[in-house]
């Protein structure tokens, strides 16, 4: 439940908000039950004072990006569940081959209005189906390249609701973390460093990276992409088939028979069903081969 006062801001904000609203409407797993309220947030001035609210009243709230990289449980999330749209949506040049964007940007916006400027650098992120900020936070990268190897800064809200800037190394990147990472901090924009190219380049290395995934990738099922972070020297996907687990499911979650690493929602697969086969996966490659998977995908919910 929110309170009334809360739901007045929003209303108030010129927000676009559903209230009781399904998040399997929101994830790419097309999983997860109720939220108090679903809210997209179209300035900074309304983000402040929402969040700020929740903070006096203890209402919980989760930033969202396009919800690609989430399991959310079936009893759903207290609280507000807030996307940056509006004005985190705008894209830019901001000075010598720089891209800035708001948070809320999807990184397919972003590859785009990087093609047309000639500018070269982001074709990694062609595909990924999220927003800056999610990419961001989680260090995303395909096919040799990585969030790391382009961001050069970004503003985010702090604990007390300060605007304050990162830049370059402070972002802390590693493999599927940044400096953002597990902390309660909103990423409001970033400034990406791309470098002259030919558009006919960057159009043919766009097209062969969406022709590599949908080869391996099961595209036409929901899911969170590679559910298991790569383990050392090892893939996740090729552990997985080898332990047999290829195309096993509970309910209507299954390991994608064509790429191992994903598991896909063949239709009404609950939360649950996602987890109790997540850790049959992790229990058999243990026993079967000693490693650990480590979970990619973020749970949230109650
Ligand atoms: C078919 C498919 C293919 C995929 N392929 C890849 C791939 O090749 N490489 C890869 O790395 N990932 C891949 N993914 C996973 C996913 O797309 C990425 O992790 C992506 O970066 C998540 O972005 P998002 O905006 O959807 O974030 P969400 O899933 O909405 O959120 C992820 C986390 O980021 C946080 N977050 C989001 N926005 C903000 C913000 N503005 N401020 C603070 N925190 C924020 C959320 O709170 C959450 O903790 C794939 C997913 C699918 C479904």
């Not at 039950?33 to 006096?56: H, M, P, Q, R, Y």
């Not at 999807?106 to 900020?133: D, M, Q, R």
């Not at 400096?179 to 909103?186: M, N, Q, R």
């Not at 080869?215 to 088939?241: H, M, T, W």
Request: charge should be neutral.
């Amino acid at each position: 439940m929110i309170s009334e006062k809360l739901k007045n801001l929003i209303i108030n904000e010129d927000c676009n908000a559903y209230f009781d609203e399904p998040m399997s409407l929101h994830t790419s797993f097309r999983i997860g039950g109720k939220t108090d309220c679903f809210c997209e947030v179209n300035t900074i001035e309304s983000l402040k004072k929402i969040i700020a609210l929740c903070k006096e009243e203890n209402t919980e709230y989760f930033i969202i990006g396009l919800g690609s990289n989430l399991l959310v449980s079936d009893a759903g999330m207290d609280g507000i569940v807030i996307k940056l749209g509006g004005d985190f949506e705008e894209i830019a040049l901001d000075g010598d081959n720089i891209i800035k964007c708001g948070a809320g940007v999807s990184l397919a916006k972003l590859c785009l209005f990087a093609k047309n400027k000639g500018l070269g650098g982001a074709e990694f992120a062609w595909g990924i189906p999220g927003s800056v900020g999610g990419a961001v936070y989680m260090n995303a990268g395909a096919y040799g390249g990585e969030m790391k190897d382009i961001v050069v800064s970004s503003h985010y809200l702090d604990e007390d609701s300060n605007i304050r800037e990162m830049i370059g190394d402070m972002h802390d990147f590693s493999y599927r973390h940044s400096f953002y990472s597990d902390k309660k901090l909103t990423i409001l924009d970033v400034c990406v460093k791309l470098s002259p190219k030919n558009k006919n380049e960057i159009f043919y290395l766009m097209q062969d990276t969406m022709d590599k995934r949908k080869k391996k990738q099961p595209l036409n099922r929901p899911s969170a992409g590679s559910v298991f972070k790569r383990p050392k020297d090892n893939y996740a996907a090729a552990l997985i088939e080898n332990c047999g687990l290829k195309g096993v499911s509970v309910g209507d979650a299954q390991v994608s028979e064509k790429h191992s690493g994903f598991i896909v929602n063949n239709g009404k697969a609950k939360a649950e069903d996602v987890k109790a086969l997540i850790s049959k996966v992790q229990s058999v490659v243990k026993e079967k081969t000693g490693v650990e998977l480590e979970c990619e995908v973020k749970f949230v919910g109650k």
